[in-house]
């Protein structure tokens, strides 16, 4: 499951913001959507290793900052109410204030060696059948979005990946990485060309762990996120 990595015990000493920082996360991410229902309060307590009294004051408090909302009744829960705004003229410049150049190129840097990493790792395993399918699966929802769903669907695909190493803590620090990048890569117009040349370069991404082939899966994922830094050098620049 995509959201195990940034539903992962918090430290006792910070519990109550590591809660939140954990659910924003998955919201931010795009792991939930609007309108989806967050786990139970015994599910979520537990994997993230909290209180559920703990677990309640954080989510009032992202109720009450509009993040979610909680209803009563036999299909009640705790819902997604955020929205991811749509890319506005300047947002991009206004994500990247207080980003400064070196920043950004270690965030870039770190991101191109975890995940390229995790696609290396991910290709020499023996995936399950069940596996080897929910990749597809992910692919085939990136390559049909919609425009105002593409960065979120394509977030879960690149994680989707770190999560087929079976390491909790690569996947956890891609989880991490992204969420560096998130209000930047979120920011970037959805341009038609670069969706179908990024579509060509996932699917080779995929093909290549699938077919266990570790340095076509590195290749292809260098050759996508190389790509994908570029654009947002050239927006910025």
Do not use: C, W
Not at 128 to 152: G, K, M, V
């Amino acid at each position: 499951m995509l959201r195990s990595a940034a539903f992962r015990p918090v430290r006792a000493g910070n519990a109550f913001e590591e809660t939140i920082e954990r659910i924003l996360q998955v919201i931010k991410l795009g792991l939930l959507g609007y309108g989806d229902r967050l786990p139970s309060e015994r599910d979520l307590a537990g994997r993230l290793n909290v209180s559920r009294d703990t677990l309640r004051e954080a989510l009032r408090s992202l109720q009450r900052t509009g993040y979610v909302e909680s209803r009563r009744g036999r299909y009640g829960g705790t819902f997604v109410t955020y929205r991811q705004p749509a890319p506005r003229p300047g947002a991009l410049r206004k994500a990247v204030e207080g980003f400064g150049s070196d920043d950004l190129e270690d965030a870039l840097t770190y991101r191109l060696a975890l995940e390229t990493g995790a696609a290396e790792a991910a290709a020499r395993r023996t995936l399950s059948d069940s596996q080897r399918a929910d990749l597809r699966r992910h692919l085939t929802e990136l390559e049909a979005a919609p425009p105002d769903r593409y960065r979120q669907l394509d977030t879960r695909f690149h994680l989707a990946i770190a999560e087929l190493t079976g390491s909790p803590s690569l996947a956890a620090s891609t989880t991490e990485a992204r969420m560096r990048l998130n209000d930047l890569l979120n920011a970037i117009p959805v341009l038609e060309r670069n969706i179908a040349h990024s579509a060509l370069q996932h699917r080779a991404m995929v093909e290549a762990v699938l077919a266990g082939d570790a340095e076509a899966a590195r290749r292809a994922t260098e050759e996508h996120l190389e790509a994908t830094a570029a654009l947002l050098r050239g927006f910025l620049g």
